[in-house]
T-cell receptor, first 113, second 114 residues
Framework: GDSVTQTEGQVALSEEDFLTIHCNYS??????LFWYVQYPGEGPQFLFR?????EKGSSRGFEATYDKGTTSFHLRKASVQESDSAVYYC????????????FGSGTQLTVMP | GGIITQTPKFLIGQEGQKLTLKCQQN?????MYWYRQDSGKGLRLIYY???????QKGDLSEGYDASREKKSSFSLTVTSAQKNEMAVFLC?????????????FGEGSKLTVL
């Protein structure tokens, strides 16, 4: 079945550092890809999505580009802030046509002042 | 805007007990979901419903029942709580499903089984 892999369980950075969180997927066709962010005590929030090869999604300074060739959708931000500390989830829309999202295991980002 | 309300926020149960979580949404969304969140394992789908009275099993449905009697509400029952179980259960809704739309999540219900 379809799956999403996030290789980093935890990332620790200082303010103004460059962020990359890796996301690779396994699915047939062109599933929609998503990034969600979860702050402590809250549910995950939609960050952005992309649904075709080379499409870039972006929001709040974060961005990711859909890459069918490498089956990746890596999250990047040029300069992180302490307020970006949260758990980030990569997800894909099930390519079988069912109405569900498949989430990765999540990456805890901690940004130190 | 709308909101997803999950009750209770914290639930403590005994081993073998049947426990029910409730979820209400005022987005008027068709599709609703229950996900389980465990540390290091991300979010795993338990049940979803694409319309009133519809139920679809996710990968983690064993040990759970669900009910969608109204468009605005979706409940989840843990049929027999497992000792030392701890998890957060997240309810979500979407207008048109996971592939084309985005999900809106509640704040979660934290389950502890003694």
């Amino acid at each position: 079945g379809d799956s999403v892999t996030q290789t980093e369980g935890q990332v620790a950075l200082s303010e103004e550092d460059f962020l990359t969180i890796h996301c690779n997927y396994s699915a047939s066709g062109y599933p929609a890809l998503f990034w969600y962010v979860q702050y402590p005590g809250e549910g995950p929030q939609f960050l952005f999505r992309a649904s075709r090869d080379k499409e870039k999604g972006s929001s709040r300074g974060f961005e990711a580009t859909y890459d069918k060739g490498t089956t990746s959708f890596h999250l990047r931000k040029a300069s992180v802030q302490e307020s970006d500390s949260a758990v980030y989830y990569c997800a894909l829309g099930d390519s079988s046509g069912s109405w569900q999202l498949i989430f990765g295991s999540g990456t805890q980002l901690t940004v130190m002042p | 805007g709308g909101i997803i309300t999950q009750t209770p926020k914290f639930l403590i149960g005994q081993e073998g007990q049947k426990l029910t979580l409730k979820c209400q949404q005022n987005f008027n969304h068709d599709t609703m979901y229950w996900y389980r969140q465990d540390s290091g394992k991300g979010l795993r789908l338990i049940y979803y419903s694409i319309t009133e009275n519809d139920l679809q099993k996710g990968d983690l449905s064993e040990g759970y029942d669900a009910s969608r009697e109204k468009k605005s509400s979706f409940s989840l029952t843990v049929t027999s709580a497992q000792k030392n179980e701890m998890a957060v259960f997240l309810c979500a809704s979407s207008l048109d499903g996971g592939n084309t739309g985005q999900l809106y999540f509640g704040e979660g219900s934290k389950l502890t089984v003694l």
